[in-house]
């Protein structure tokens, strides 16, 4: 069975899905090949261990349950060949008058710089906003990510403040620009 069967969104150029145990392998080379790009922006799993761990916050049963999900893992395949592109994970869902939602997301070598993650971002908007029904969904991008923060303003996000050393990654605690799009925003983009 083709791997786009089992897609939840998909687009022109990719397509979203769950990622799986049997993943592991693929995923974990692509990490390590993606070693350079990530630097210090993001980290990612980078052995089967962490991967098995990834899975059961971001892609359990209970992240399949779309209404009262906290974490949901999202990868980014490539249509033509089912070759994995990147990934998307909403994370911190949270419902009641809140609902919403943080997204993190990074692209996997040599993929990188192709279009397939703007793609991949609309995917999972869709999916945040149609699926899952958010309100609002925030990116938290250091000053310094520019590819990140064009990708942000290009989907429709706007920012809305500066977090002082918000997260630690590799060993720092480092700043982040604050930028949202609220499904209002995003119904009147398409």
């Known amino acids: ?25 693929a995923f974990v080379a692509a990490v390590r090949a993606s070693a350079r790009l990530h630097r210090n922006w993001v980290q990612a799993p980078s052995t089967p261990v962490r991967f098995v761990g990834y899975l059961a916050r971001f892609a359990g049963a209970s992240s399949r349950r779309t209404a009262s999900a906290t974490h949901v893992g999202l990868l980014v395949c490539r249509s033509a060949d089912d070759a994995m592109v990147g990934v998307f994970n909403l994370s911190e869902i949270v419902r009641g008058a809140f609902q919403s939602a943080y997204v993190g997301y990074y692209a996997l070598a040599p993929h990188a710089g192709r279009g397939y993650m703007a793609e991949g971002l609309r995917l999972t908007l869709s999916f945040a906003f149609r699926v899952m029904r958010l309100h609002r969904v925030e990116i938290n991008v250091q000053p310094l990510n520019a590819r990140s923060i064009v990708l942000a303003r290009r989907a429709g996000f706007r920012r809305e403040g500066f977090s002082r050393r918000y997260v630690k990654l590799a060993g720092r605690w480092r700043d982040h620009e604050r930028w949202a799009l609220l499904v209002e925003d995003w119904r009147k983009r398409r």
């Open 1 to 25: 069975m083709p791997a786009r069967k089992s897609a939840l969104v998909a687009g022109d150029s990719v397509y979203l899905r769950w990622p799986r145990r049997t993943d592991a392998t």
